[in-house]
């Protein structure tokens, strides 16, 4: 129960970040301690398949860019493309609250629909649920699937090793400041389409055994990812920031509101670790790809800072990049 | 769009029942439509696999018999067990309610554990959202499962023929009956605990080829899958109303409220279709197991009636036993 110092759940338990491993370390694995769950990667790897979940809980349901139907589809496709495994089957579980939008309902069937042809996925199994006025926010998501592993071995972070370097398939934060700027609450106007997308195309295109580690950075973003990796390793990362790719809306309202585009949300985003003398031949597939035309050479694995992710800046100064305590916002996905 | 005439999200079309059927053929299947989904099976078969998933958001979270934690893990093992399959893994995606006891979500793993345990089945990966206040009601947990087929041919109801024999493995409407107790506001005093169980290991000592075909009657009871299993079928099914097991606790509720306790809600039961020949070696297997002691054979498969079950009553009269519109109550489970 160490790091748990309130008895109730809060809203940045669902964050992604410190206080979500403190109550899965704390709480759920001293009862559920399966070993391949305590791996806590984004799918479990058994024989040769790769098993997967997530609930989607996104506010707003539809958004720029997307919906929540898109999103269950691709980030569970995503969570299985990045384990090195091509996504076959998916299910999916419904929670609707009462009164619901039937027309609405539609909409997103017909986003699952498309993003699950553009994956190449099946929905083969599902379950549908009715919750009274008042106890849900609409409609809830559970997507769960399977893939075939097609690396062996999987890529893993023990693969990684100093001089590799790191590879991301485009711009960050956009799902984040997607959510953010539709939540009108906020006041914020501008014109930013959330990222997200099923990547397994992007990722058969790149897949070899010279990948050695794939990730999608979501919830917490790319500072969250990098530190998971880093974690107790005797190697660092160094990311360049002039080399990382930020557009000039997510900058702005970043400026505006003092954030870090490094920790906020992306959902068609796929950050990886290649072999060095690899990484240009990786670089030029992902550029050929729709989902890769502005992938970066972002950063590389160093045997400087230890267990630690750093951000080197345009003025040659090093910052360490913190672990985010959680999302920015809650429902981000 | 036929049978929908609203355009909004009922409970109702939550309950299991008719309403359920439309809105999954009306609505779901009109823009998903892969032919292993559209076998409306408890789970896929992929090749020997069993894929399956369900949503829980039983409502209250605890009762008498078990909790939602026991029910997710029994709920998506009895799916894939009934489709003559070994479950082997879970995945579990919770979605918490912001402020939940931290000591309540215990109890619930605690459950949880218990329940996988006497399963056999491993929890391999998982999911945690947290919602705002208001946004949920205490806990909702998805559970999906993979499982392999032990049987080939696998049991389906296009093998049952007339003379074949209908078996449960106990009392009915336990599980409806515990919810409605717990349910406080309804004012009814009982001692009734919900039948909620993992079924694997009584489904275990009975898998065979002479198993025709196995069903779990959840929402809806007995009534929604012999209906099912009778639609569009030039066979019936008869019971025999001096055969079905129904304690004195759940029929006097049942005749003080008006419901059937056909149609109540089971968590721990399996109605099973065997040979007339093998049926009596199946029903001392069921009751020398803890969970089928109050074993009965139940009914038959006749050619009359075709396309209907029927109940053959105490007085020898017939009477069709209905489809449900749905359950009596919402969010049973």
């Known amino acids: 129960m160490r790091g748990i110092n309130t008895d109730k759940i809060t809203l940045a338990h669902g964050g992604?970040?410190?206080?979500?491993?403190?109550i899965i370390r704390g709480i759920f694995q001293k009862y559920l301690n399966?070993?391949?769950?305590?791996?806590?990667?984004?799918?479990?790897?058994?024989?040769?398949?790769?098993?997967?979940?997530?609930?989607?809980?996104?506010n707003p349901i539809f958004f720029p860019g997307g919906?929540?139907?898109?999103?269950?589809?691709?980030?569970?496709?995503?969570?299985?493309?990045?384990?090195g495994a091509r996504p076959l089957y998916l299910s999916l579980g419904f929670i609707i609250e009462e009164g619901f939008e039937i027309s609405s309902l539609e909409k997103i069937l017909i986003s699952i629909k498309e993003a699950s042809e553009e994956a190449g996925v099946r929905i083969v199994t599902g379950d549908t649920k009715v919750v009274e006025k008042g106890k849900a926010d609409g409609i809830y998501i559970?997507?769960?699937?399977?893939?075939?592993?097609?690396l062996s071995p999987p890529p893993s972070r023990y693969r990684i090793e100093p001089g590799d370097l790191v590879l991301i398939n485009g711009e960050i934060g956009l799902h984040g400041t997607a959510i953010?700027?539709?939540?009108?609450?906020?006041?914020?106007?501008?014109?930013?389409?959330?990222?997200?997308a099923p990547l397994w195309p992007l990722i058969e295109s790149i897949i070899s055994p010279s990948v050695k580690f794939m990730r999608?950075?979501?919830?917490?973003?790319?500072?969250?990812?990098?530190?998971?990796?880093v974690e107790g390793m005797n190697f660092g990362i160094r990311l360049w920031e002039e080399k990382l790719p930020v557009s000039q809306e997510v900058a702005g309202i970043c400026e505006v509101l003092g954030f870090d585009p490094l920790q906020l949300a992306n959902e068609g985003k796929v950050v990886v670790f290649v072999k060095k003398e690899d990484a240009e031949s990786v670089l030029e597939k992902m550029?050929?790809?729709?989902?890769?035309?502005?992938?970066?050479?972002?950063?590389?694995?160093?045997?400087?800072f230890p267990g630690k992710a750093v951000l080197k800046t345009t003025l040659g100064t090093h910052r360490i990049?913190?672990?985010?305590m959680g999302e920015l916002l809650p429902r981000i996905c």
Chains 1, 2 share one sequence.
Do not use: C, Y
């Open 216 to 229: 999608d950075p979501t919830r917490g973003g790319l500072a969250a990812v990098l530190n998971e990796i």
């Open 321 to 324: 990049i913190e672990q985010p």
């Open 180 to 196: 953010l700027v539709a939540r009108e609450e906020l006041g914020i106007k501008a014109d930013i389409k959330s990222d997200v």
């Open 142 to 150: 559970n997507s769960s699937g399977i893939g075939k592993t097609l």
């Open 16 to 22: 992604g970040g410190k206080k979500t491993e403190d």
């Open 67 to 83: 919906d929540i139907g898109r999103l269950a589809i691709s980030g569970t496709v995503n969570d299985i493309a990045v384990m």
């Open 287 to 304: 550029k050929s790809h729709p989902l890769g035309k502005q992938a970066e050479i972002i950063g590389e694995v160093t045997d400087e």
């Open 34 to 58: 399966d070993p391949v769950l305590a791996e806590m990667d984004d799918g479990a790897v058994l024989e040769d398949l790769v098993f997967s979940t997530d609930s989607f809980v996104v």
